[in-house]
């Protein structure tokens, strides 16, 4: 009778990064990208033992004998750039923040002139040349998940609408109504959002009436783009009936909310200070909501994918051959091809000069793993 392997050590909430096979190999339990839940870790029981993440953590940098690298000095280095400048994001968290404070506080009225200059400075940085090496999120943390969450949803809209060639006027009110979207979560009790026990049926429908509420605040706003409505009303709304408000026809929505619908989840899963313990890195975030593409609009989880890529630009990547190297740029022709820059030797020793390798012409060298320690 063969060995039982070792149990696999999890913890809930982790992103599998590799798939998880039976004993004799044979039989795929559990796809990559699998998120660990309490039911699933006890349904492996054979297989996995669940630990706190803290050890598991530990446990991965003990098995990693790559000297510790700073990430974002490595994407420095290699001149990844922010989708917009630090002034220009200050001044548009600043024109947000002011704004939600208003809505928070139920003052009335509100203007919106002060965020549309701001969205306006942002939309006129956002690179529109799609081989720009861009850091796809800023890692600042806000107090407040919520307004980084909305912060982030609009310069990536206007980022993807951009890269998609939408007509400019398109792009201000995506990344603007990106920037509301959950503005009605502020008539949410924090003591809910932060709650780490399960909600009430009452709880959980407050929670759920944040659409709707959302939908009411921004009405009042003269000017409002009718964009910026549905989408505060529209961005929890799936394809097959499992969102929310169930007053909301998914067939009723304009293209551009079904594509906040996918960059709203895509933040979500990816947000290091997001409502999961252990957020997805960026290429897992792409995996997982490929996984549950019959939620989205077909156009619009192909958009940002194509956009985005499997890879997405600033992963970085193990290869067979041991060497780690970060994704450049994505080829059209095959997403899972990307071109890397090389940055670590298989010693874990940095690359001294230059190499860019393209996947698509390596035929020695294929992407083994996604490397979300580094
Ligand atoms: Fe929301």
Request: hydrophobic letters at 40%; one cysteine or more.
């Amino acid at each position: 009778m063969a060995k039982q392997r070792e149990k696999i050590e999890v913890f809930e909430g982790q992103v599998l990064e590799n798939a998880l096979l039976s004993d004799d190999g044979g039989t795929v339990l559990c796809k990559a990208g699998t998120i660990m839940t309490p039911d699933l870790i006890r349904r492996l029981s054979n297989w996995v033992v669940r630990v706190e993440p803290g050890k598991k953590k530990q446990d991965e940098d003990e098995r990693t004998p790559v000297a510790r690298v700073n990430r974002d000095e490595i994407l420095r280095r290699l001149e990844f750039e922010e989708i917009v400048s630090q002034k220009t994001r200050e001044r548009a968290e600043s024109s947000q923040g002011e704004f939600f404070d208003k809505v928070r506080a139920g003052q009335g009225g509100l203007s919106l002139d002060a965020i549309e200059d701001a969205v306006a400075a942002m939309v006129e940085e956002t690179p529109d040349d799609p081989d720009v090496p861009v850091k796809l999120f800023e890692m600042k943390q806000h107090s407040s998940y919520m307004y980084q969450h909305c912060m982030e949803c609009g310069v990536m809209g206007s980022f993807i609408a951009t890269n998609l060639k939408y007509p400019h006027k398109d792009v201000m009110g995506f990344a603007m109504a990106l920037m509301l979207h959950d503005v009605g979560i502020l008539t949410v009790p924090d003591a809910v959002l932060t709650k780490k026990t399960a909600l009430t049926a009452e709880e959980w429908s407050l929670v759920r009436g944040h659409s709707e509420r959302g939908f009411e605040a921004l009405k009042k706003v003269p000017g409002m783009d009718p964009l910026a409505l549905m989408t505060a009303m529209g961005h929890h709304v799936f394809a097959d009936g499992s969102g929310y408000p169930e007053s909301v026809d998914f067939n009723d929505l304009p293209p551009l909310v079904h594509l906040a619908v996918v960059i709203n989840d895509f933040e979500t899963l990816t947000a290091q200070h997001g409502p999961f313990r252990q957020a997805a890195n960026l290429h897992d975030g792409v995996s997982i909501l490929l996984r549950y593409r019959h939620r989205y609009h077909p156009t619009a989880i192909e958009q940002f994918v194509r956009v985005i890529g499997f890879y997405p630009i600033s992963t970085f990547v193990e290869l067979n051959t041991g060497e780690t190297g970060v994704v450049v740029r994505n080829n059209p022709d095959n997403l899972f091809l990307p071109e890397i820059k090389m940055v670590l030797d298989p010693e874990g020793a940095e690359f001294k000069k230059e190499i860019i390798v393209n996947l698509l012409e390596d035929n020695e060298r294929r992407i083994t793993a996604v490397r979300s320690d580094l």
